[in-house]
């Protein structure tokens, strides 16, 4: 429910857009520096943690928290400080004159002397038949958050990019055998990258093979593939391609007409084919080519008075504790820009 310190008819300081880490920690700091602050939260508040369940490289929780409960944390803490919450999605903003002016889905509208967008990114799922009721149990976007998880087991990582090759090297810290599976030959990943993923003991690769379905009834057992033309692998320890039967991998064909359909029993399920950041809704701001928001002299955007925080302009490393990080470094940066306002 919306926090009653919310006024329309009000000119807040600062407006947060987003109640992720970013956006929750931009509202400790500002509303902590006596800064009039709303936060628009969204009907599903909380960002991607809201979808993990126990979180264990977030500083400060030996024994790990869970990742609601986190949020649910962060969220009371800027609330303490002052901090206005409105649980409505962002619809549009007027960056054109000032105080800006905010409007959410359900028609109400704020106005603002300056913005932190702190909105994140949204993973690019598979979308495919079992995967979403997984998440959580076995299907997952984040090695460095949950490969402890595995350790001693079996699990793929689809994709063929960088973020592909650096969530299969952190796998192997903990999981048995780990296989990349990717749709084509070709990697898109950068050299150093795929070279080191080659030459790791533990790191099988899978060509010409795309995931259709995932398997299990509670937590994930399996996935199946289909191969286009033939199933070819490169197997840690080998320097050569070669072709095998799904047999040869542990997996069971399930027909093999114009395409070889095959399963492969597995633990894990890694998916890494990139990040939608969520920025199509701000047309004014300066995004790269894949969208993230430019920021220009720390976290400010091409827009004075507007400033970016989190996933939404990190492409890079995209974890709770650094989208905190820039969300305490952009609520700084308003906090400064107001001042000289004055």
Known sequence: MDNNNSNQNEIYDITIIGSGPAGLTAGIYTSRANLKTLLIAGKIWGGQLMLTTEVENYPGFPDGIMGPELMMA????????????????????????????????DGKTFYSKSVIIATGADTRW???????????????????????????????????????????TVLTKFAK??????????????????????????????FNTAPIEVQGAQKVEGIKLVTDPKLTVKMAG????????PEDLGGKVISN??????????????VAIGHIPNSSVFTNIEK??????????????NIEGVFVAGDVHDSTYMQAVT???????????????????V
């Open 126 to 168: 598979l979308q495919i038949p079992g995967e979403q009721e997984k998440i959580g149990r076995g299907v997952s976007s984040c090695a460095p958050c949950d490969a402890p998880f595995y350790r001693e087991k079996k699990v793929v990582v689809i994709g063929g990019g960088d973020s592909a090759m650096e969530e299969a």
């Open 257 to 270: 007409d114009k395409n070889l359909t095959w399963e492969l029993g597995v633990d894990g399920i890694f």
């Open 288 to 301: 790269d080519e894949k969208g993230f928001i430019k920021r220009f002299e720390r976290t400010k955007t």
């Open 74 to 105: 962060m969220r009371k803490q800027a609330e303490k400080y002052g901090t206005a919450m409105v649980d409505s999605n962002f619809s549009r903003a007027n960056f054109s004159q000032k105080p800006f002016t905010i409007q959410t889905e």
């Open 177 to 206: 055998e780990v296989f990349i599976i990717h749709r084509r030959e070709e990697f898109r990943a950068s050299d150093i990258m795929l070279k080191r993923a080659m030459e790791n003991p533990k790191i099988n690769f899978i």
């Open 323 to 341: 989208a905190a990080g820039y969300g305490c470094e952009a609520a700084l940066d308003v906090e400064r820009y107001l001042e000289d306002l």
């Open 238 to 245: 080998e320097v050569e391609n070669r072709e095998v039967k």
